[in-house]
């Protein structure tokens, strides 16, 4: 898969890095000479370029990518190159940071973005996340407003707890994608059971949240 990354900072080149280790293929774009650290992350190509500008697009090949991450610390730089690369390039899957909170209702497809990551989010869920047991956590927005990755952790009393998943009546629009029991993955089938203390990750429309997190017993 190739990925560009509008962004060459310390999130872009941790980014960068990371994809690299599993085999992926990776262009780091940004216009600032400093930011330009090919000793830091040697085996991605590099450009020295305004990703917000249709030239220096051309000049990434951005048709060829699967993938663009717009990592800048710039709100503004990362939805224009998130529109650019989804209308001017037809990039399937665009991944935006978002730096300020007060911004996030702009990150949605309307602006080309797939996927939203809010820093500030993400850290707040994970406290919510590691202390909370029986509440429903939001961990992550897909395309703004239609569908959220969230977590729940059964509680000893659940009444759903020694129950066949393939027997509940989970709401519309919800599917239960893993189960996290003991240090392990789990891929939820049908004949398998829930258990008290299994970690839950859905991912679900915002509308179907209440309904969830009361079938689940959440507080």
Request: aromatic residues 4%; negative net charge.
């Amino acid at each position: 898969m190739r990925v560009a990354i509008a962004g060459a900072g310390a999130v872009g080149r941790s980014i960068a890095q990371e994809l690299l280790e599993n085999g992926h293929e990776v262009l780091l774009i940004d216009r600032d000479p400093k930011a330009i650290k090919v000793e830091v992350v040697p085996r991605a190509e590099w450009l020295l370029a305004d990703a917000c500008e249709i030239a220096s697009l051309d000049d990434a090949a951005l048709e060829r990518c699967q993938v663009v991450v717009a990592s800048s610390g710039d709100d503004k730089v990362n939805l224009v190159v998130s529109l650019l690369a989804k209308t001017e390039y037809g990039v399937p899957r665009v991944v935006a940071r978002i730096n300020h909170p007060k911004n996030e209702w702009l990150f949605n497809e309307s602006w080309g973005v797939d996927v939203a990551v809010s820093t500030p989010r993400l850290l707040s869920a994970l406290v919510e996340e590691a202390v909370s047991v029986g509440d429903l956590v939001r961990l992550m927005t897909f395309r703004q407003g239609e569908a959220n990755l969230v977590e729940l952790t059964l509680p000893e009393d659940a009444p759903l707890s020694g129950e066949r998943i393939g027997s509940v009546a989970w709401p519309h629009d919800t599917a239960l994608v893993a189960v996290l029991r003991e240090g392990r993955v789990l891929v939820p089938t049908p004949d398998g059971t829930l258990e008290a203390g299994d970690e839950l990750l859905f991912v679900a429309s915002q509308d179907v949240e209440d309904e969830l997190a009361e079938l689940l017993n959440a507080r």
